[in-house]
């Protein structure tokens, strides 16, 4: 009837949205392995006390259980995900983070390096932003590993990873180098291709072996 063609008008804008959304909170119930293994790479690196920041905090599926209390993310339906998952939520970008400085004690930045348009821009906020000694922990998927490089195979039919730019574990240590960060750890999960992971994997230390790669750096003011 009228009510249905009236709403179909509304619908179009928001539906490409809403539907990503829906297909980012699902990826998590599909590989809930390889989500598990990632949490759980962060967790001894993510300081327990202390006001943390996540930036590019997505739905909250890490800042929330790594008790991390404050989210950054440029997408309004990103952040009513992470709301509703308690986080206290801020719009705003990585490159230009809405926060005074020496405000955090720690902030972690999940798979958000590759989407951001300048990493070294971001990574002087996350400075700014941190606390003399603040401590940054970055995950992320290493270009040089069968994982990235099957991501940069299929990029163009990945929604999410279209416009993506995959760094190297080496890229990613120069760039904090440069940043004025002192590298203090670096560990390694996810050794099997995506479709071959069932089960929660180990975390190994180092890196240049698995995937997902975590790195741990102290600001030095």
């Known amino acids: 009837g009228d009510m249905t063609s009236s709403r179909s008008l509304t619908v179009p804008r928001i539906a490409p949205f809403e539907a990503h959304h ?42 929330a259980p790594l008790g991390v209390q404050v989210g950054v993310d440029p997408s309004p339906a990103m952040l009513a995900y992470a ?35 300048s990493p070294a821009q971001m990574l002087a906020e996350a400075r700014r932003v941190l606390k003399p000694d603040g401590r940054l922990v970055i995950g992320f998927i290493d270009r040089d590993s069968d994982m ?8 163009s039919e990945n ?40 089960d929660v994997e180990a975390l190994l230390p180092g890196r240049g072996r698995c995937a997902f790669v975590v790195v741990a750096a102290q600001n030095e003011k």
Do not use: N
Request: proline content about 3%; charged content about 20%.
């Open 83 to 117: 709301a509703a998952r308690g986080i206290d939520v801020v719009e705003g970008t990585a490159e230009q983070l809405p926060f005074e400085a020496d405000s955090f004690d720690f902030a972690i930045v999940v798979t958000t390096i590759c989407f951001v348009d």
């Open 148 to 155: 990235g490089r099957e991501y940069q195979a299929h990029q």
């Open 22 to 63: 829906l297909r980012y909170e699902d990826w998590f119930g599909k590989h809930g392995a390889a989500y598990v293994s990632e949490l759980l790479a962060m967790r001894p690196f993510v300081p327990l006390a202390g006001r943390g920041l996540e930036i590019g905090v997505g739905s909250g599926r890490f800042a």
């Open 159 to 198: 929604v999410f990873y279209r416009d993506a730019t995959f760094h190297s574990a080496d890229e990613v240590q120069r760039l904090l180098e440069d940043a004025g960060f002192s590298i203090s750890a670096w560990a390694q999960t996810l050794a099997h291709p995506l479709s071959e992971t069932r």
